[in-house]
């Protein structure tokens, strides 16, 4: 677990992959609706261990102020809650329908995640010429 986060902090803080344009897209949206009342961390600002990053890149986390963590779905689905609602919100959050939603976001997570930095390289460092293409860090 991060440093400094492993306790309680004033507010939530959600830890996102800045370098996916549908993911920032998301956040940027979520950012505009909360107001400030969520801290928006992209995971390529910080300065962790390669494994650390390479985990936070997989999925939403979401750190609460009492200390608890939500990831993936769980993570996204109280990102909506919190930044002031979403239409998916309520319904994905049925007993019936959950299970298939987080199957669903596990495998986009994934095949997501393969895209980018399958190779261990990831597309934007390519993309701008970084030949060490190691933006997951140390």
Known sequence: MLAG????????ALFYDGACRLCAGEISRA???AKGS??????HTLD???????????SLHLWLPSGQVLRGLDANLALWRLAGGHPLASMLGFALIRPIARLAYNTWAWLRYKALY???TCNRCALA??????????
């Open 129 to 138: 010429g970084n030949d060490k293409g190691d933006c997951l860090g140390k």
């Open 38 to 43: 969520i801290q928006f961390i992209n995971v």
């Open 118 to 120: 399958g190779g261990g």
């Open 31 to 33: 950012a505009q609706k």
């Open 48 to 58: 962790v261990p390669r494994e650390e990053k390479a985990r936070l890149l997989k």
């Open 5 to 12: 986060l492993g306790g309680r902090q004033a507010k939530p």
